[in-house]
């Protein structure tokens, strides 16, 4: 079973920027697309952004575009969520997760799970 573990979550204020990090195995670094995805309490599971294995394509949710990046280090086996002028309505937990097909936007579809970590921005 792989493991990914995410990194970087915590407290900060409207307007403020916080990185998330995906630390993850070489195996799922070698052949996964990467993926982030967001639960806010009592909402469904939302996709947030995803990118290929060697970098080449990336994707967003609607609600994060042109305030997030991602980036990925495979040499490092770690992915990343750059989080910019985050609102009050960012906060949730924010999961890491791994599949080896590239494009996925339905969290039923996903193979590979991290926990998760807490962001909560406040106004």
């Known amino acids: 079973q792989e493991q990914l573990v995410e990194s970087g979550g915590g407290w900060v204020q409207a307007g403020d920027s916080l990185r998330l990090s995906c630390a993850g195995s070489?195996?799922?670094?070698?052949?996964?697309?990467m993926y982030w995805f967001r639960q806010a309490p009592g909402k469904e599971r939302e996709f947030v952004a995803s990118?290929?294995?060697?970098?080449?394509?990336?994707d967003f949710g609607e609600s994060v575009k042109g305030r997030f990046t991602i980036d990925r280090d495979n040499a490092e086996h770690t992915m990343y969520l750059q989080m910019y002028s985050l609102k009050p309505e960012d906060t949730a937990v924010y999961f890491c997760?791994?599949?080896?097909?590239?494009?996925?936007?339905?969290?039923?579809?996903?193979?590979?799970w991290g926990k998760g970590t807490q962001v909560t921005v406040s106004a």
């Open positions: 990118i290929s294995r060697n970098r080449a394509n990336i």
């Open positions: 070489g195996r799922i670094f070698d052949y996964y697309a």
């Open positions: 997760a791994a599949d080896r097909v590239y494009g996925i936007r339905r969290h039923n579809d996903i193979d590979y």
